[in-house]
């Protein structure tokens, strides 16, 4: 098995007969909404949304049992059809044997090109892929064909990609009934598709949507006739992969300008024989597409169809258009490692893109992100592309309900969240916990603590009472703001929100005093415990959230806030009797009367609350959850070995531990207990060796999430349905596996951390066991391979980690800070290790010298260096803010970074 290999900077990289790699699937995607996955044998789909397929919607089956490719053909007097992307039954009978032609994959951000030499034919072809970044809605193959022989060679060239051309609910549920729909005719350079009707779950609707495939030999040449369907080609026993039109006389290509309608349609161009002299080329582009009107689809494909410059310099636009888009880069001691972060930095632009439910393996959803993604997007989002994140983060807060839970259907535009008709009550219990994690990192950056005061409106359907009642007396007419009892928008603070949300959620406790689990934490397979079961870890995450939301509070006072003004309902959460901390009945109560009071509207009068008092109240919460847990959750097993118990199942039974099936461990309750701090500096090192014990797992690249629980445990959640060791059933699932590394940088366990980053990375960038391009993905299963590839919240997660925890590089309330965690090992030869980054809206790359090249447990800040100039400061790892602002936006500010 071949690697493959990085080819320059942008980490492109070349990967030889990539096609005897199953599963493989690359993304093209502009952000204008076109969206396609493309094989090494121009398999996968294309579409801008669920009801707008250009290409029929594939899974990942699909990938190698669908014979519909973006396929072209070389047809030659006498000898077998030739397909240039190797989609004949004649190259696939050959795949395994010494005939096999030689093939390479070469690829970089948003662009693919596969080439492949036919020794028989005496033909080189090489098919480069693009969807244009200038936003033009089509995707683009450029095909070029040489003559690699001696003699000449002549061939009928013919593109024959079908088209799909509406809703992938109908790819089963009526298939034919809505090929009844297309209206097909061929153009002078194409064919298009103009289906009468929509059949989707939106009801028959007239159809808006044209479709088409266009192209010219030579950027120029129309196609001189075509196959607009797809039984016109392939005949009667035929297919796709050897259609019946290349032999039988009765299937004769049709003119420009005829029609055909009620069939599946087929983008069959037939372009004029050619003649190759030996080393001679021609080259064939097709624009693959969609329009509003025909028109404007042709005058869109026509710019590159009618130009190869056109079509080159967009090639070269859209390679640098993405590529400065990644604005983190690393220069350590492992150069693939710094060509495999490339890709991660890259992937969060692509979740914006596709969500979470348009590539082969998501083959989940119908498109949208779930509330956890939007915020953890934006912790990508706010290191690369800061501007633009405070109003982003300020309208995603509009999605948060008075009971502290939220919007879970999240509309399409900044801020918009639809309310919930189809009365799918399910309150996902970890919500709470990410908006405050994201809002800190984006204070910490900016040292906008006034943001916290920032007024704005709260979201209302008739869910109600943490989805445990409904206000049967909304009215979704009325909007879905929430009202006061005068009937007018409520605002409360950025503030507010987060106490809301993180107060109720320490109130809303099951029988073991920890924070039920209710509809999942964010372990979403941990769907099946709503009414006793209780998720420690995520009782943990809020502990920390308390005392965050506390620091950041001392801050505000810090500023001269020393009073804030909050909704009169929530005097009831701001208890100063601690007592009722360890009545559970209490704390329900208490929840309940505040659920009651906000469950319709609100009263709209504010109380004013001491600074002081609330940064008390919220630091006593944390700390009893923190005694809490480990007073209660502590275990030790019969191998003598210690973790927390992080979950109760709807038995109300505790779910860790030694059982008759086996030993019960779970990653995520281990995570969030280090995290918070809940963990002792002894436990976290009990923790890691029992981790290391049970679910360290070399052959699947690190840390399992969970170990065989042995049994379809009904009582906790689904995930035990799947097979061990595939997705949240004990594969090694990178989010939570890199948040395990994140927590142990943060409380300083650096070898253990980086030892878990490093196995992910190793195992990733082996292609002969993971199986996936460059990049992570969401995670491995038993068998080593990974799955899931680009559309995961780790990339996230581990571009935060890697930048802010092993780097060091660090916002303090605006200020900056280099607290680099990088071993001896990560270092260069010269002993350097460098960064580029922006911060403050300013580019800088840093350079950590490390010249005596020093273990991390023995270096320090010594000198900063900035811009030639040696920086004082009090602190000798800070950068002030005020000294930041003053530098030039548009330069690269140089730091070195001393370390002794
Ligand atoms: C996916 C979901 C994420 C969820 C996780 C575990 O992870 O997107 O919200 O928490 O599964 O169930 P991802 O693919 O983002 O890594």
Redesign the pocket.
């Known amino acids: 098995m071949r690697q493959y290999h990085y080819l320059n900077e942008s980490a492109d990289f070349i990967l030889e007969d990539p096609e005897l790699t199953s599963y493989l699937y690359f993304p093209i995607a502009n952000e204008n909404g076109v969206m396609a996955s493309v094989t090494p044998s121009l398999h996968g789909d294309n579409k801008m949304g669920q009801n707008t397929y250009l290409l029929a919607p594939v899974s990942v089956e699909e990938l190698h049992n669908s014979k519909a490719s973006r396929n072209f053909w070389c047809i030659m007097e006498g000898k077998n059809p030739w397909s240039v992307v190797g989609n004949s039954s004649n190259q696939q009978a050959n795949l395994y044997k010494e005939e096999k032609e030689k093939t390479y994959l070469r690829a970089g951000i948003m662009w693919q090109e596969v080439e492949r030499i036919s020794a028989v034919y005496g033909l080189k072809a090489k098919v480069l892929s693009i969807v244009p970044a200038s936003g033009e809605t089509v995707e683009l193959m450029k095909v070029t064909i040489e003559n690699i022989g001696v003699d000449s060679v002549t061939f009928t060239p013919i593109a024959a990609i079908p088209l799909y051309a509406r809703s992938a609910d109908n790819y089963r549920d009526h298939r034919h009934v809505t090929s009844l729909l297309h209206r097909i005719h061929t153009t002078d350079y194409g064919v298009i598709v103009n289906p009468t009707l929509t059949f989707d779950e939106r009801g028959h609707k007239k159809n808006e949507v044209i479709y088409g495939v266009l192209g010219t030999a030579r950027g120029a040449n129309p196609p001189v006739s075509f196959y607009p369907t797809v039984e016109g080609f392939i005949g009667e026993g035929g297919s796709l992969e050897q259609p019946r039109a290349f032999y039988s006389k009765n299937l004769i290509p049709m003119a420009a300008g005829e029609s055909v309608a009620g069939y599946e349609a087929l983008g069959g161009l037939v372009f004029e024989n050619v003649t190759l002299k030996g080393g001679e080329e021609a080259s064939y582009t097709i624009a693959m597409g969609y329009g509003n009107t025909e028109e404007d689809f042709k005058k869109e494909a026509k710019k590159f169809l009618l130009s190869d410059k056109a079509f080159d310099d967009e090639v070269q636009y859209t390679k640098n258009y993405w590529n400065q888009k990644i604005n983190i880069h690393y220069r350590t001691g492992n150069q693939e490692f710094d060509y495999f972060m490339y890709w991660v930095n890259f992937q969060p632009m692509l979740?914006r893109i596709y969500g979470?439910s348009f590539l082969p393996h998501?083959d989940y959803g119908k498109g949208g992100?779930?509330w956890?993604?939007l915020w953890?997007d934006c912790l990508a989002l706010l290191m690369m592309n800061p501007s633009g994140v405070r109003g982003m983060l300020h309208d995603n807060f509009s999605g948060i309900r008075m009971d502290g839970t939220n919007a879970t259907i999240i509309g399409t535009k900044q801020g918009e969240f639809i309310a919930d008709r189809n009365n799918i009550t399910r309150v996902w219990m970890?919500h709470g916990v990410w908006p405050l994690l994201t809002t800190n990192l984006y204070i910490n950056h900016s040292g906008d603590i006034r943001f916290l005061l920032e007024e704005i409106t709260y979201f209302k359907d008739m869910q109600a009472v943490r989805g445990e009642e409904k206000d049967t007396k909304y009215d979704e007419g009325l909007g879905k703001r929430v009202k006061t009892i005068q009937g007018e928008q409520y605002q409360g603070t950025i503030l507010e929100h987060l106490l809301l949300q993180n107060l109720t959620a320490f109130y809303d406790v099951g029988e073991h005093n920890h924070i039920r689990l209710r509809g999942?934490?964010?372990?979403?397979?941990?769907d099946m415990a709503k009414e006793r079961g209780e998720s420690v870890a995520f009782t943990a995450a809020y502990a920390l959230n308390l005392m965050t939301l506390a620091e950041l509070l001392e801050k505000l006072e810090e500023h001269g806030v020393t009073s804030v003004l909050l909704a009169k309902e929530m005097q009831i959460l701001l208890t100063e009797d601690i007592t009722c901390f360890n009545d559970i009945e209490r704390k329900k109560d208490i929840l309940y009367t505040y659920c009651k009071q906000v469950k319709e509207s609100v009263s709209g009068q504010k109380v004013e609350v001491f600074v002081t008092n609330l940064v008390r109240n919220l630091k006593n919460k944390s700390e009893w959850i923190k005694d809490h847990i480990r007073n209660e959750e502590w275990l030790t097993n019969a191998e003598g070995f210690h973790w927390f118990n992080g979950y109760y199942d709807n038995h109300g039974q505790r779910v860790e531990g030694d059982f008759a099936q086996g030993v019960r461990m779970i990653l995520t309750s281990q995570v969030f207990t280090i995290m918070s701090g809940v963990a002792t500096k002894e436990q976290v090192k009990d923790v890691i060796r029992a981790a290391d014990h049970y679910l360290y797992e070399e052959k699947m690249g690190g840390y399992r999430l969970n170990t065989d629980f042995n049994e379809v445990k009904l009582d906790l959640g689904r995930?035990f349905g799947f097979a061990y060791g595939q997705?949240?059933n004990g594969a090694v699932?990178?989010?939570?596996a890199i948040m395990y590394a994140n927590a142990l940088y943060q409380r300083g366990f650096i070898k253990e951390g980086y030892h878990v980053i490093d196995s992910l990375f190793r195992h990733c960038n082996d292609f002969s066991v993971s199986r996936i391009y460059p990049g992570i993905p969401?995670?491995i299963a038993e068998n080593g391979r990974a799955l899931?590839h680009y559309?995961?919240?780790?990339?996230s997660w581990l571009l935060l980690t890697v930048l802010t925890e092993m780097f060091g590089i660090k916002g303090r309330y605006g200020d900056l800070y280099f607290e680099p965690k990088l071993l001896l090992e990560q270092f260069r030869q010269d002993g350097t290790a460098k960064v580029e980054f922006i911060f403050a809206e300013k580019s800088f790359e840093v350079t950590y010298q490390n010249s005596k090249r020093l273990e991390v447990s023995e270096y320090q800040v010594s000198k900063i260096i900035l811009d030639g100039m040696v920086y004082e400061s009090k602190d000798l790892r800070c950068i002030r803010r005020s000294d930041i602002l003053k530098l030039s936006n548009n330069q690269m500010h140089l730091i070195t970074v001393v370390l002794c």
């Open positions: 979740r979470c998501h992100r779930g956890r993604d953890q970890d999942a934490d964010w372990n979403d397979a941990l995930m997705k949240e699932f990178c989010h939570m969401e995670y899931y559309l995961t919240g780790s990339a």
